[in-house]
């Protein structure tokens, strides 16, 4: 049974960093990507950063890039998310996913149940 755990959430101030993690368990054998969406109240889920399985890595450019960095630990099957520059409506649940390269949500055939970041003005 896959299961992914973030951790890494919290209550921050507009301008500070934070960095997320996700472990996940239960995978085997496929050279699987990595990635980060995010969803806000009454917002669709959307996508900040993939890593795959060898190291290349993209960001929603228009977002995140210049601030968010994407990473794995592919011996310890955990991928993280550096985020600088925080700014308040980056508040969200931050979901970690396991799948196939790219941005879109159906890629991903697992998910972990999220991490809330609330980023205070």
């Known amino acids: 049974q896959v299961q992914l755990v973030e951790s890494g959430g919290g209550l921050v101030q507009a301008g500070d960093s934070l960095r997320l993690s996700c472990a996940a368990s239960?995978?085997?054998?496929?050279?699987?990507?990595m990635a980060w969406f995010r969803q806000a109240p009454g917002k669709e889920r959307e996508f900040v950063a993939v890593?795959?399985?060898?190291?290349?890595?993209?960001v929603d450019a228009d977002a995140v890039k210049g601030r968010f960095t994407i990473s794995r630990d592919n011996a310890k099957s955990t991928v993280y998310l550096q985020m600088n520059s925080l700014k308040p409506e980056e508040t969200a649940v931050y979901y970690c996913?396991?799948?196939?390269?790219?941005?879109?949500?159906?890629?991903?055939?697992?998910w972990g149940q999220g991490t809330q970041v609330t980023v205070s003005s």
């Open positions: 890593v795959s399985y060898s190291g290349s890595s993209m």
């Open positions: 239960g995978l085997t054998g496929s050279r699987y990507a």
């Open positions: 996913a396991v799948g196939r390269y790219g941005a879109r949500t159906y890629l991903y055939d697992y």
